[in-house]
Structure formats: C-alpha cells, structure tokens
C-alpha cells in the first residue's frame, strides 16, 4: 500500500496502464498490481454484501463542495470547517482503499494509520487518522479519470491532466461512468460518516461548477482565492514533490510550469463562467488573506451568506482548533523577476479581478 494506487480496481488499473503504456519502476508498479489483485475478493465481498444498505443519490443531504485552485487555501479551510461535527468529510482511510471502507480497511486500519506519514508531501500540514482529504485520489482508484493518473503515469502527463481535469477527448459514456463512480464514492462515503451532509474539498472541482450543480442542485459551493503569485511557486512545489514521490515513469519532459499556467486559466474562467447567476445562498467567495488574518469572521460569513445552521454551537470548536494550529509555519518560497513577469503576464486577468498585487522579491 505503499503507492496511492494500490487502493485501485483492477479495471481502472488496466485502463491507465493500457493509455499510459508500460511503468519504469517496475517493482514499485509490482506492489501496487499485488495490491489490487489481493484485495480483489474482499472488495467483491464488500459490495455485495454492503451496496444494497447505501443510501440512494436523490436520498444524500446537500453537500457542501469546497472550491479553489491547489494552493489556494482549501485544505486549511476544510480542516476548519469539519471541526464543527456537523459534515461528513473524507478521511485518509477513504482515500486509499475506496473500495473497501467496511471490510479490510477496517480490519487495517490499525496499522494503516501507523503507516500515515507525519504530514502531507507538499507541506508540512499534519496528517491524522482524523484529517479530512480531498477525494481526488479516492476518484484516481476508482476511474481512470484523475489528474493524478498523468503523476502517476507522467509518459502520458498532458493526456491525463487534459482528461481528468476537463474531460477533453472524452465520450459521453466515459463523462457518466466518471459520475457514477463518484455519486457510488459519496453514498459510500455518507454511509461511513453516519448519513451526515457531506461536505467535500478537491481543486477539481473548481473547474466543474456547472457539473455539480447538476448532479446537486440543492449543493452549496465556498470559493476561496489566493494571491496568483503565491499560488505559482507553491505549485511547482507540488508538482516536483509529487512527481518524484509517486512517478513510476520517468518524468522529465513534463513542463510544471506550463502546466500550471495552463490549468489555472482553463479552470479558473470554467468556475468564472459557470458561477455567472449562481444563487446568493448557494455560492460564496472569499480571500485566502482574509481568512489567515480573521478565521472566526471569515467562518461566519460563510455560515450566514450559505445560511448553514449551527455557527453559535460550532464556534468554540473552531476555536479551539484555529489557537492549536496558531503557530503553524507555512511553507515559503523565493521566485525571480523573471517568474514574477511570467506570472503577470499569464494570470493577468485574475490578479487584476482580485486586486492582487506582486509580493516584494527577495
């Protein structure tokens, strides 16, 4: 279980494989097969034993989607919000092993936390059996498309990201088996967490407002922004970690910042249009900065543009959790004149629609 995808089904596996062509880390791509062909008959035995009890789509509560690019804040966010105890979120346990919640993960579980590392790869938040996960890794092992497959499989980097992002080149059956697989992973998911509203953060979906709505049409949807500038060094962060820690390809032709570039445009104009109209009550937007600098007010306001019950009540357990991260160090990182002129260039009209400014060069 040491690689995400160890958590796969054999069908997704061998349609990633067959798109992305043969793994370099042969023994690393080894495990994960191990994996998923061992879990094969506790899955099966899961599902037909645990389906019928799922609640049905039309019978899940609203969920609340957590939107903005990686980098943006929306980890910080969601790990605030959660700590109501009033939303179900997708714990570490989910992520890995989506097909398998009520059986071996539960029999593992043990020694899959002691597994957890200390905190995320790409920065220096903590990870606990309890932290609340995008699903987007979950999804991976469920459908072959994810972004995460093209870091998994960088041969085939820019397919992957174009299909798991935004469904370029797909059909439309490929499109409505990619949503059944996630309407199957949220009723999974509402079962876990005892039938409670799901609330649910992936940058993915920052570029799928229009999609979601559809699915969800009583859905509610937090946007939140941060500084073009900030977001562009702490992505090629992300990237070059990811990369060198799950790549069973060799990944050195792929071009971060191009990508980077690219998909924050695509997305971010996606969300701009599709939220055109989108109910007061159903879409709210906020400032990373601001929400760093005043967390209580920024939950708030949240609370009351959504009209979600039960500030009053969650307000000291935000507090609490907000004075027990107080000290947390972010990560910081340096960038050129060059990088700064890039970014301006490229991200123009959302740091001019933000009123974002350069930060100083160092």
């Known amino acids: 279980m040491a690689h995400p995808l160890s958590g796969a089904d054999p ?19 080894a495990g994960v097969a191990l994996s998923v062909a061992a879990r094969q008959p506790f899955s099966l035995t899961e599902r037909l034993l645990s389906d019928g009890g799922l609640p049905r789509v039309e019978d899940l509560q609203a969920p609340v ?20 105890g009033d939303f179900g979120y997708v714990p570490p346990i989910a992520t890995g092993l989506p097909w398998d919640l ?8 043990p020694l899959l936390e002691r597994a957890l590392p200390e905190h995320r790869y790409i920065d220096k938040i903590p990870v606990t059996p309890e932290s609340p996960q995008e699903d987007e890794i979950a999804i991976a092992n469920m459908s072959e498309l994810s972004f995460y497959h093209g870091i998994y499989f960088p ?7 174009n299909r798991g992002l935004f469904f370029d080149g797909c059909t439309e059956h490929e499109i409505d088996h990619w949503k059944a697989r996630f309407a199957y992973l949220l009723r999974r998911l ?25 699915m969800f049409p009583a859905a509610k949807f937090v946007h939140i922004h941060r500084n073009p500038y ?15 820690e799950f790549a069973l390809q060799d990944y050195a032709h792929v071009d971060i910042d191009e990508a980077i570039f690219t998909v924050y445009d695509r997305m971010m104009r996606a969300m701009e249009r599709d939220v055109d109209g989108a109910s007061a009550n159903r879409f709210v937007e906020l400032r990373y900065d601001d929400f760093d ?24 357990k935000f507090e609490a959790y907000l004075a027990s991260v107080k000290s947390f160090e972010k990560n910081r990182f340096a960038y050129s004149a060059e990088d700064a002129a890039k970014v301006s260039s490229r ?14 060069l160092e």
């Not at 989607?65 to 109501?84: D, E, I, P, Q």
């Not at 009520?102 to 579980?109: H, Q, T, Y």
């Not at 900030?230 to 060198?244: E, G």
């Not at 629609?353 to 100083?360: D, E």
């Open 347 to 360: 991200m123009a009209h959302f740091i001019a629609k933000w009123g974002y400014t350069a930060p100083a």
């Open 155 to 161: 041969k085939a980097f820019a397919e992957f990201l």
């Open 102 to 109: 009520f059986g071996i993960a539960r029999v593992l579980r």
């Open 230 to 244: 900030d977001v562009f060094v702490s992505m090629r962060n992300f990237y070059r970690k990811l990369l060198a």
């Open 293 to 316: 600098a005043e967390p209580m007010a920024a939950i708030e306001e949240i609370y009351r543009a959504l009209a979600l019950p039960g500030f009053a009540e969650a307000k000291p």
């Open 65 to 84: 989607f957590l939107l903005g690019h990686w980098r943006s804040g929306t980890t910080h966010l969601y790990n605030t919000l959660v700590k109501s």
């Open 190 to 214: 509402s079962k876990l967490q005892g039938g409670k509203p799901m609330m649910i953060k992936n940058p993915v979906y920052t570029g799928r407002f229009a999609l979601l709505r559809e």
């Open 11 to 29: 069908a997704t596996l061998a349609a990633v494989v067959a798109r992305a062509g043969a793994p370099g880390r042969v023994f690393d791509f």
